[in-house]
């Protein structure tokens, strides 16, 4: 097995052509034509997943967020991207990225959130020509109240606490979603009437809505994580026999709540 063989199954899902402009999903570091016995997944690549990949034998990491997602000026084990960096090429690991790639495909992010709160008549919330776009909307499975649908989806993303913009007064039924950090979306919502917007990393001034429509920050971790056990049943799918794993501390959640 080569590291492209890797990358072929994963871009068959989440074509690298359909990223977006400013981000830097596909192979960052090692060769498509290097070895592979193992991969290893995890949302992020932290120092402890590249430990944990040499730990375990996996010499090739497949993550959602990009290791590197811009031009480095230095490589030391000092930062943790550095160090990062610093442990993969040493290992001789190669890593690899689908972020808005898995971002922008109905069955990745936004559609694993759609799964989860049990929508119905799903789409793309933006979508492009072919198709392809960021976020997700559809229906719930009956109209519930702002409260209810509150407790709704802190039950189904098993949340402790959210942040929401003033409730709405009517009951909600459509419901739009983007996973990560979707406040550029937010208009994108409200156009396509939705009643409540799910997302992560929203600011204070989006969270003064107009009048029928609700925003929820649910995290940004939250709202992720579920593409990694998606990576994970698409590579097992196609290498049944091959070593996969995902990492046994994926929660590299960097927010804390106390």
């Known amino acids: 097995m080569k590291v492209k063989d890797i990358i072929r199954v994963i871009e068959d899902f989440a074509p690298l052509s359909i990223q977006e402009k400013w981000d830097n999903s596909g192979l960052c570091i090692g060769s498509p034509e290097a070895a592979v016995t193992s991969v290893l997944l995890g949302l992020d690549c932290t120092p402890e997943l590249v430990d944990e990949a040499a730990a375990c ?85 009956s109209p519930m109240s702002a409260g209810e649908a509150i407790s709704y989806v802190k039950e189904k993303f098993a949340l402790k606490t959210v942040r929401v913009s003033r409730p709405v007064g009517g009951p909600v039924r459509k419901v739009a979603l983007c996973g990560g950090a979707g406040s550029s979306l937010i208009d994108r919502a409200v156009a396509a009437g939705a009643d409540l917007y799910v997302t992560g990393d929203v600011s204070y001034h989006h969270f003064f809505t107009v009048p029928g429509f609700m925003i929820m920050d649910i995290g940004h971790y939250e709202s992720e994580k579920d593409i990694v056990e998606i990576l994970f049943s698409l590579l097992k799918k196609n290498f049944p026999n091959f070593a996969v794993r995902i990492s046994e501390n994926q929660n590299s959640n960097p927010i804390y709540y106390f």
């Open 57 to 141: 034998g996996a010499d090739m990491i497949v993550t959602h967020h990009p290791l590197i997602f811009s031009g480095l000026k230095k490589i030391t084990p000092d930062d943790p991207t550095g160090a990062a960096v610093y442990k993969a090429v040493s290992a001789g690991i190669s890593v690899y990225a689908a972020h808005t790639t898995a971002d922008k495909v109905i069955a990745g992010v936004s559609g694993a959130m759609a799964a989860r709160l049990c929508l119905n008549d799903v789409s793309v919330l933006d979508p492009g020509e072919d198709g392809t776009g960021l976020g997700a909307v559809g229906y719930l499975p």
